[in-house]
């Protein structure tokens, strides 16, 4: 069964207070039966009933750990997936709005892949000269292809670890769908711009020659976040004219003129700890989602932080928005009466080579 926008709609006539209570109700009485997990873009009104919270690759951990027989993620479908994938057999996974999708991991699809696959054999032997590496914001099914072929998956948290992982392997990576994330873990690990090339999915060859795909360590696929690329260097100058002593935090799906102007660059989990862990009085300009960075402001504005966005205006992922309170009561409520509403069900072969190269990143992960 999938979801009824109309049986959702009449959800939303309720007063928040009472969409709240019964959420908080239909989860005690589901019990043990039941994991939410929150992802750390979440709004408020639905992360607070989060049973764990964090970073993709957090969250895929404790899937893999859970014993409850339902896990409802408060995320985005590809989030959903690697639950499915990584949880036994009977275990159940819930993603309480289909829609709640993500823009960068529609850019890239298993279609597109093997071409450029095909595309590069004709210049390189790809299987023993080239690792695919999928950011975890991507289909399952890029996710087993990466398994096919020797190749893994990263989270922002591990890249690092999986880039070495993989060149210790073969001698090129190609990367997809975030061409931010690859180039600014690269260039972090000391390979120079000139040994990337950007490849453009919509062109023959990439839109790249012969010579370039040999030249270069990495290939890094023409995806983006659409959230993380509205914050700009100007930005970060104007800030600092106005508050010099700011430090700058950001998430590497943001571009590298971003990256290069910031303090530290990392994960959610790595921007709340490392904000965590500062002084009081520290001032913090933040490139991220900003669900996350109105939850930093509050919580530690009573420590003597000052946490601020880098955007002047609204940028926030409006998938992740697609979770509202409704959506969640609505699966809860179903589950209550012993109703699965929006399963996310990963075929069975496509499951098994995803697993492969979900494995490979836990193994070696932080
Ligand atoms: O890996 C994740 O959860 C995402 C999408 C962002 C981050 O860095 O935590
Ligand atoms: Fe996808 Fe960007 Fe939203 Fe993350 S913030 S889920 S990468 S669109």
């Known amino acids: 069964m999938s979801a009824n926008p109309l049986e959702i709609q009449s959800l939303t006539g309720l007063g928040e207070a009472e969409i709240q209570q019964r959420i908080v109700a239909a989860k005690q009485a589901l019990g043990e039966r039941l994991i939410i997990l929150g992802h750390h873009y979440q709004r408020e009104e639905v992360f607070r009933h989060a049973d764990v919270s964090g970073d993709s690759l957090k969250l895929s951990r404790r899937a893999a750990d859970s014993d409850a027989e339902y896990i409802v993620f ?145 290939i890094l696929w023409k995806g983006f976040c659409s959230v993380h690329q509205m914050f700009k260097p100007a930005f970060i100058d104007q800030f600092k004219a106005r508050h010099p002593e700011t430090k700058v935090i950001s998430h590497p799906e943001s571009s590298f003129e971003v990256c290069q102007k910031s303090d530290h660059v990392g994960s959610t989990e790595y921007i709340i700890n490392t904000i965590r862990d500062s002084e009081p009085g520290t001032r913090w300009l933040v490139g991220t989602e900003l669900n996350l960075v109105n939850r930093l402001h509050e919580q530690f504005k009573h420590e003597g932080k000052f946490v601020h966005f880098m955007s002047g205006t609204v940028c926030m992922c409006s998938t992740m928005f697609r979770i509202g309170p409704e959506a969640l009561l609505w699966s809860l409520e179903n589950l209550v009466q012993d109703k699965v509403v929006n399963q996310i069900k990963v075929p069975e072969t496509e499951a098994g080579q995803a697993l492969l190269a979900l494995n490979r990143m836990l193994e070696i992960s932080p």
């Open 74 to 218: 408060c995320g985005v479908h590809f989030m959903a997936e690697v639950a499915d994938i990584v949880s036994r057999p009977e275990q159940i996974a819930i993603l309480p709005d289909l829609a709640a999708g993500c823009s960068m991991a529609d850019m890239a699809n298993l279609a597109n892949v093997e071409r450029a696959w095909r595309e590069l054999s004709q210049v390189l032997a790809v299987d023993e000269q080239i690792t695919p590496v999928t950011y975890i914001n991507s289909a399952a099914d890029l996710k087993a292809f990466c398994g096919r072929h020797g190749g893994i998956v990263c989270t922002s948290t591990n890249a690092r670890h999986v880039l070495d992982w993989s060149f210790g392997r073969r001698e090129k990576v190609l990367f997809f769908p975030d061409q931010h994330l690859g180039r600014n873990t690269a260039f972090n690990m000391g390979i120079p711009l000139q040994d990337m090339v950007v490849w453009d999915f919509d062109q023959p060859m990439g839109g790249l020659t012969r010579e370039q795909i040999r030249g270069a360590k990495m």
